[in-house]
C-alpha cells in the first residue's frame, strides 16, 4: 500500500495520470492482462490505455501472461534504462505481430536517465543518508511520515 500511496502523491500534481488501486484490491495473483482487461471494461472499449514499462521489462514481455491479447488491448510505451536495450526483438514480434512491435518502436520515451535506482534510495534511507533531489519532494515526505526504510 505505501508504494500505491508514494506513486499516487507523486503524479497528484499532474492530471495526465490516473492512478489506479485494481491490483493491490485484487486477491490471488495479479496479471497485467487482468488489470487492462478491468479498466477497459470499467473506462469502456474506447479508452486507450498506455501501459509505461522499464526496458528491462520490454527484454521479458514475452514471459507475461496473454502477451499477444495484452499488446492489442494496450499500447506499450518503453522508457530507456541504464544497461538495457529499447530494441524489440523478432521473438516479441512473433508473439504480438509486427504491428504491435511498430507501436512499441513509435511509443519510446528517452529520460535522462536517473543515477540511482530506488534499491539505492532504499540503502541510503537505512543509513541515514539524504535522498533530497531524488525523488520527488511529496514522496520524500511520505516516506519520512511513515519511517519507510528507515533504520531498525
Known sequence: IHRYQMVKAAVNENDKFEISDLEIRREGKSYTIDTVQEILHHYGEDCEVFLIMGADSLNELELWKNIKKLSQLCHFVIVNRPGYSTDTSDKLAELIGNE????????RIEIEPVGVSSTEIRKRLKDGIEIKGLVPECVEAYIEEYGLYSPA
Open 100 to 107: 504491435n512491435i511498430l507501436d512499441i518502436e513509435r511509443l
